[in-house]
């Protein structure tokens, strides 16, 4: 019941502890020892190409199968897992994860489809992450294309590192997106630097696509601008017919959210998406 109504009703973790701090103690011994126990768990949301209606990628969001209190979504978890410093073995756990998914549906034969996996900054700034996706998509036998990173705008502008990190990522050959965009402050005047692949317009601005005509203004100006730029255009949390509607009228090129699915646990992403 909880999970019909989305993220935002993930909240049972709160319940039965005795006081925050308690329950961030015991979260967070608990977070040490998550990987060890096998607990976090990739789900992956289907990406639509908006002209052919076929699945363009998918993006892998982390979930933690917590054994007392169930199903916990990132947000429970990984700003504490960013205190920490647990991110960077979560993110490492992440990307190893998605190359061990795709080889087995690679072995299966099913449709290639990239996975995109969300980086924290900490993963972002760490001088070995090229390295690191590079060997791990090689122990799998895999290529670059089985791959995207997804990092926020705030990211990309932020650290002098960014442009070097984008450009080795870019090298070895993996998707670049920028997630959330416009939720930030950076132009995509700035982002032209780097070589982005695909721009994600968040879904604050999708929400409301159809009713606010200033929302339907700056979707639309993102659009052409991303496209000037040689980006492609993802729309995040598309919910509705008449937000898909306007978003291909106006070219969009790709569109994720619960109007073609929600996140799925791999068993039914692969039975009702990669038959
Ligand atoms: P994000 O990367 O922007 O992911 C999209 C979020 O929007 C997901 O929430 C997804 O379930 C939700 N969503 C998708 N379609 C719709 C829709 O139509 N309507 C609405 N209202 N929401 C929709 P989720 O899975 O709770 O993830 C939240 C955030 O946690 C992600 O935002 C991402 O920033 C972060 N995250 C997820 N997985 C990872 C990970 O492996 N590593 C790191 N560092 N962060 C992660
Ligand atoms: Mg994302
Ligand atoms: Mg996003
Ligand atoms: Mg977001």
Request: with cysteine.
């Amino acid at each position: 019941e909880a999970k019909e109504k989305g993220k935002n009703t993930y909240v049972v973790y709160n319940e039965g502890l005795l006081d925050e701090a308690m329950q961030e103690y015991k979260l967070e011994a608990d977070l040490r020892n998550a990987i060890d126990h096998k607990e976090f768990v990739l789900h992956y949301q289907p990406q639509i190409d908006n002209q052919t209606g076929e699945l363009a990628g998918l993006e892998a969001l982390i979930r933690w199968e917590h054994p007392k209190l169930g199903l916990l979504p990132p947000g429970a978890f990984i700003r504490l897992a960013e205190q920490n410093g647990l991110i960077t073995q979560i993110g490492e756990w992440v990307i190893e994860e998605a190359c061990r998914q795709q080889r087995e549906w690679h072995d299966q034969g099913r449709k290639n489809v990239t996975v995109s996996v969300n980086l924290s900054t900490q993963q972002f700034l760490n001088r070995n992450l090229t390295n690191f996706i590079e060997q791990t998509l090689q122990s799998h036998g895999g290529s670059p294309d089985w791959l995207g990173v997804e990092i926020t705008e705030y990211m990309a502008m932020e650290y002098e590192q960014s442009v070097q990190v984008l450009e080795e990522l870019k090298a070895l050959g993996v998707g670049l997106s920028i997630d959330d965009f416009g939720t930030g402050y950076s132009s995509l005047n700035h982002l032209k630097n780097f070589q982005i692949d695909f721009i994600k317009i968040d879904k604050s601005f999708i929400q409301e696509v159809t009713g606010d005509h200033n929302d339907a203004i700056i979707v639309e100006a993102i659009i052409t601008l991303a496209h000037n730029l040689e980006m492609k255009i993802i729309a995040e949390g598309v919910e509705t017919a008449d937000q898909l509607g306007f978003l291909a009228h106006h070219h969009c090129d790709i569109s994720q959210g619960y109007l073609f699915s929600r996140p799925l646990p791999p068993k039914e992403i692969t039975k009702e998406w990669l038959k």
